[in-house]
């Protein structure tokens, strides 16, 4: 006696067969009290480590005053938090105008880690984006628009503007001539290897721009980076044959956005400039550019858990496939057995579909409430968009799907449960865990684990260095590359699996 269990009558062909799969399919999962329970246990295992996170988390800052709250991040012109401190040699410029400038050297110290304990271990040499030259804006007051033409410790020439634009000019080989000219709202920078043939590295334009605004020299330097921490760093860029055209006023000396120490007066990292002869050598400590680590918490970080949320996901994904052959129901090619390929089709549907509302209300709970737990706790929070808010919690659904559905697939071709399980868990789970500890961070770009990339709430922006990893917020795909291919992985597995079944079944039944 044959111990096959014939296929559901539900399950059986005619002429609305496809839409009777899906019935079929979804009847069956809702009833499978174990795919339900494991199912909610990923929604409650990712909320609880997102919130877990967000209720423990506590930002403190040290002032003059003693240790507090730290203050809300400075916000640049488009909303984005911002770093905006460095030390600026400047004059006013009334109307039309120029500066131009030779940088014939830049210098600079970084802290390195201690090699006595408690002895400070400085050394000389810049951080790949130190900056040093010209400088247009209207005022000093941190956050408000800017143009800037410079060279940079390893990245060459730079024309940026506004904190987060940023523009490639040429290689830095020696001394390197600057430009910037004003007319009206419009800023160009240009450079020049020898003053008198002039590249242009970048036009710009700065809405709102008064009649008199601040043009000059300046030096900054970000921290040097440690794994996951910036320690100290400071540059020193010697300027000459400075030529100022609409301004001819007396140097002004600014340490823009310098702290102060505990006593309130004395300023911490201070950045000053030195005369000799026609040459100025300023010195700078801080960025201007965005504030992807020191802005606050990030909306991603709620999701801090989705990893060992999704695993679970995978595991319903492919039970929910071997539950199928365990029955017969695939590979069979018996009469009266569903065509593999409709059978994978409506459970890549109901199987995706059942992922995607799991992923929707663990990220439409956690990404709020965490966020808000955070305020509740004056922790500084990165400013954030209602779009981007959106993309982050519907992306993490989408990427669940996704997952899911690529589950689904492998679990079709390799046909043993623990074999499918493991694989998909090493490719979607694996590379990101690796890459938060930050380990091997280029898998994020070759692996499914890419899709996490959709919850980033914080750009990664090419001219701030960030550790490699997630928890630093670095993706090396934006967003929706990202989330592309995973779900190109999903598609070719499910196809692939599709393609194998339906060579397994009689000719008769291939209609």
């Not at 507090?68 to 009334?94: E, I, M, N, S, W």
């Not at 459970?347 to 995607?356: D, E, L, T, Y």
């Not at 966020?371 to 990427?399: C, D, F, H, K, W």
């Not at 914080?458 to 090396?476: I, M």
């Amino acid at each position: 006696m044959s111990s096959f269990t014939p296929p559901r009558p539900s399950r059986q062909a005619g002429p609305d067969r496809f839409p009777r799969l899906l019935r079929a399919e979804w009847a069956e999962f809702r009833s499978t009290r174990g795919w339900v329970l494991l199912m909610a246990a990923s929604v409650l295992v990712t909320v609880s480590l997102g919130l877990l996170v967000a209720g423990g988390v506590r930002s403190a800052c040290v002032t003059w005053k003693g240790e507090g709250p730290c203050p809300a991040p400075l916000v640049g012109p488009d909303g984005t938090a911002v770093r905006d401190k460095y030390y600026f040699v400047h004059q006013p410029l009334k109307g039309n105008g120029s500066i131009t400038a030779r940088v014939s050297d830049m210098t600079g110290q970084m802290r390195q880690p201690d090699a006595v304990p408690g002895v400070r271990n400085v050394k000389e040499g810049v951080v790949p984006w130190a900056k040093a030259g010209l400088l247009v804006r209207p005022s000093l007051a941190q956050g408000t628009p800017y143009a800037a033409v410079m060279i940079t410790g390893s990245h060459g020439v730079r024309m940026q503007h506004n904190y987060v634009h940023d523009v490639a000019g040429g290689p830095v080989r020696g001394p390197r001539w600057l430009r910037l000219t004003r007319s009206g709202g419009t800023i160009t920078g240009y450079e020049s290897g020898d003053g008198k043939a002039w590249t242009e590295v970048g036009t710009v334009r700065l809405t709102g721009l008064p009649e008199t605004v601040e043009i000059g020299l300046f030096a900054t330097s970000p921290g040097t980076l440690w794994e996951t921490a910036k320690a100290f760093a400071q540059a020193t860029a010697t300027f000459d044959q400075v030529t100022l055209r609409g301004a001819n006023g007396s140097w002004r000396r600014d340490d823009v956005g310098v702290s102060l120490g505990p006593d309130g007066k004395t300023p911490h990292h201070p950045g000053g400039v030195v005369e000799s002869g026609d040459k100025l050598l300023v010195t700078g400590v801080g960025d201007i550019g965005p504030a992807t680590v020191e802005g606050g918490l990030r909306a991603d970080l709620m999701l801090i858990g989705g990893a060992v949320g999704l695993s679970l996901v995978l595991v319903v994904a492919v039970l929910s496939f071997t539950a199928e052959r365990r029955r017969g129901l695939i590979g069979t090619g018996l009469p009266g057995a569903p065509h593999p390929a409709r059978l994978l089709a409506a459970k890549a549907v109901v199987v995706g579909a059942v992922a995607f509302v799991a992923g929707l209300v663990t990220s439409g709970v956690v990404v709020p409430a965490g966020l808000a737990m955070s305020r509740a706790n004056q922790n500084p929070i990165q400013p954030i968009t209602l779009g981007t808010e959106l993309r982050v919690i519907v992306g993490y659904a989408a990427l669940t799907a996704a997952a899911a559905v690529l589950a689904l697939g492998l679990a079709a071709l390799v046909k043993r449960a623990v074999v499918a399980i493991g694989l998909a868990i090493a490719l979607v789970v694996v590379p990101h865990l690796l890459a938060t500890a930050g380990l091997v961070p280029w898998l994020l770009m070759i692996t499914p684990a890419a899709g996490f990339a959709i919850t980033q709430s914080v750009p990664t922006f090419a001219h701030v260095e960030v550790p490699p990893s997630p928890l630093g917020g670095y993706y090396p795909l934006p967003p929706w590359a990202g989330l592309a291919v995973i779900c190109g992985y999903a598609a070719v597995a499910l196809g692939a699996a599709m393609a194998v079944h339906r060579r397994r079944v009689p000719l008769a039944q291939r209609r």
